[in-house]
């Protein structure tokens, strides 16, 4: 993880979009040309010398010993910071700023003669190139999302709650060197026709078709990996439900290749939804790129057009829901690879009775 | 807990703006007025009849199955879920439309002869007046955070990394209940002297000094809580710093009643460590209402001045951070009562050499 390289890499971005700075007030961003884990401040990157790192005066001591190649700056929280930002980019005389947060925008709408630009794809496009030693931190993360998926199948039975599944799942992978879990979505009974986190609690039973999706974090880095179950003896329709899951999502997986359009990608999997009898239901995204945190390329109906470069690591998460009956997913993490997609995440997808 | 009352407490503050609606966006004033654990929306909420809950497709069952006494509307996610919101608000008829989220400011600019305001300080407002269930929730909150800090200090030794501590004393927590945990800070060595959150992990070794800060969420409600103290054996400078921090923290903690004035309480608390030989270090808040987060009021120097009211629940949290050697902080949860503070948070202060 060289921070060098990164800014050499974002240089000739700001360049050919004729900007000499570029302002980094999100996390991850922030931590992406710093490394300075959990500080949270202004990055003045520009188009030569060291970044600047404007940090409230409490994290100057922690941001010096973290962040990597760059000047600290210390100053008062409050109205203070906004001030000192400005001054500092005022003291580069630019004439063209770019930003991620837009929030910064009307705040910096008094420098006269700049122009500004809120161009949070910049650093989220050099992420998508990920260096060998963050792939091997992805992998990491997704072989942790496999031991939680198997601490979270061990725990279910009936009369458990899904709170207790939660934390059995959570505790395996911190054990494990997980900082925490960025998420843990447990969705069971009809409830799991939501595909998003819901931590009202609920007693599992006998016969709930459900899934877990869990989101280690190590070194700051996420695996997302979900497998779906029924609990002791599933009916006909829910392992119709579940094969189409399993049956769409490797036809998905297969698609993944460098070139892929992800809009291409999407309408398939919502065209063999539709072929096995589960069309129509809402849609939820069925992929997104990985790294320090959810990424582009982000791939939803509806969504912006994206095409797969060699080298990204994307989930492939395809689920159905079905809205009174329950829903069911698979997700796995892959890297875009030239023979075709290396699966990180390695769970058996055939172990669905619980 | 009763989301009519809450309502009923809501449209007088409505009427006195001029305004006949208010849009909630943000979690958890959504939760707050419908009990919807985790389903994000959009919540308008009329001078009378139901208030209606626009929510992404994919989450109308959960949100059904949720939320009290609202009309819930699914629409798309995307673009047209924005739209949706807009004709709903259009359908309404106001001359005066509140909300609790800037970003809503600019998509609802064209509505035509419709004032516009952001005010995200009314809901906050109301949830200052807890409701007896909202106060036992506290108070268990708070208990739980209590055995989290026990587990982590039987868990501090020297060698232990910072991150093993930390799962043990979440393990603690979620096993009697929590949710999950908010937060845990955990910080040692010459990195206590930063207040906030930082997972970069470390080795514990003798005679670091250091604070635990653990946020178990109960049923939504937060339970916050610091305690500090030094490994194996401490230095004098050390025991100082430690002693003046309770000190000064059993202070503020016996000026707590309604009334109190947020800057005189803060101005307090500088002037204290100042005579204890620990003044003019960057300042962190002094304390924060407290509820389904942390929350108004917000006391920090140079903050917005406040007045304490019967029934607020904050914290006390009085830390001192130097530079270099290291810090220390207290805190404790308390209710804002006629008699003085009822301190919710019980783990003894003179536990400090571990």
């Given at each position: 993880m060289n921070v060098k390289q990164r800014l050499g890499r974002l240089r000739p971005l700001l360049e050919s979009a004729g900007a000499e700075l570029y302002v980094a007030a999100r996390y991850p961003n922030t931590y992406y040309f710093t490394l300075a884990v959990d500080v949270h401040g202004c990055l003045l990157l520009g188009r030569d010398g060291s970044p600047r790192f404007v940090v409230p005066d409490r994290a100057v001591a922690v941001a010096e010993e973290l962040a990597e190649g760059c000047e600290v700056v210390g100053v008062p929280w409050g109205v203070g910071f906004e001030e000192e930002v400005l001054a500092e980019v005022k003291g580069l005389r630019p004439s063209c700023v770019l930003m991620?947060?837009?929030?910064?925008l009307g705040r910096m709408?008094?420098?006269?003669d700049v122009k500004l630009g809120v161009r949070p794809e910049l650093p989220a496009s050099l992420r998508r190139g990920k260096e060998p030693e963050e792939l091997e931190l992805l992998r990491r993360a997704a072989e942790i999302a496999d031991r939680g998926v198997e601490a979270a199948f061990a725990a279910i039975r009936p009369g458990v709650w899904q709170s207790e599944v939660r934390l059995e799942a959570e505790y395996a992978m911190r054990r494990l060197g997980s900082e925490e879990a960025a998420f843990i979505v447990l969705n069971t009974g009809s409830?799991?026709?939501?595909?998003d986190i819901c931590r009202a609690d609920r007693r599992i039973s006998r016969g709930d078709l459900g899934f877990v999706d869990v989101g280690p974090r190590y070194r700051g880095y996420i695996g997302d990996m979900t497998r779906c179950f029924v609990v002791g003896e599933a009916t006909a329709r829910q392992l119709e439900l579940l094969n189409a899951v399993r049956r769409v999502q490797e036809e998905a997986l297969g698609m993944i290749r460098p070139g892929l359009r992800t809009r291409e990608y999407d309408l398939a999997v919502r065209r063999g939804f539709e072929a096995a009898?589960?069309?129509?239901?809402p849609p939820h995204h069925t992929g997104h790129g990985l790294g320090l945190g959810e990424d582009v390329p982000y791939i939803v109906a509806g969504g912006v057009e994206d095409i797969l470069q060699l080298g990204d690591v994307v989930t492939v998460e395809i689920g159905a829901y079905v809205r009174g009956f329950g829903g069911a997913r698979i997700e796995d993490d892959v890297i875009v690879a030239e023979a075709g997609p290396e699966v990180l995440t390695r769970f058996p997808k055939d172990r669905v009775v619980l």
């Open positions: 991620d947060d837009a929030s910064w709408q008094g420098l006269r409830r799991s026709a939501y595909p009898g589960f069309g129509g239901n």
